[in-house]
């Protein structure tokens, strides 16, 4: 089992910067590629960014890509999302999740662990 923790949410302005952080303990972290995933009130979940266990290769979508970077300190177990220039819209809660290989990183489905989340709010 491996647990994963969030942390790095908070309130800030828009165009403003925040980085969270999803820390990994418990059963080693090992080979997993872990994504972003966001929700808003009323909204399915969604995803923001991905990376692969190597951290050689990284994904977005169009509304994060250029704004938002992922990277991965595997020595420390902790993947993190760098979020400049936020917007309202990006105001969700924020999931990391974790899953074997990079194949469909991109769907909620097929994760084999989640965070509880961490609350991001952009005000205008």
């Known amino acids: 089992q491996v647990q994963l923790v969030e942390s790095g949410g908070g309130l800030v302005q828009a165009g403003g910067s925040l980085r969270l952080s999803c820390a990994a303990s418990?059963?080693?972290?090992?080979?997993?590629?872990t994504g972003w995933f966001r929700q808003a009130p009323k909204k399915e979940r969604e995803f923001v960014a991905g990376i692969s266990w190597s951290g050689d290769t990284t994904y977005y979508t169009d509304s994060t890509k250029g704004r938002f970077t992922i990277s991965r300190d595997n020595a420390k177990n902790t993947v993190y999302l760098q979020m400049n220039n936020l917007k309202p819209e990006d105001t969700a809660v924020y999931y990391c999740?974790?899953?074997?290989?990079?194949?469909?990183?991109?769907?909620?489905?097929?994760?084999?662990?989640w965070g509880q989340g961490t609350q991001v709010t952009v005000s205008s």
């Open positions: 999740a974790a899953k074997r290989g990079t194949i469909n990183i991109k769907y909620v489905h097929g994760y084999a662990y």
């Open positions: 418990g059963r080693t972290f090992s080979g997993y590629a």
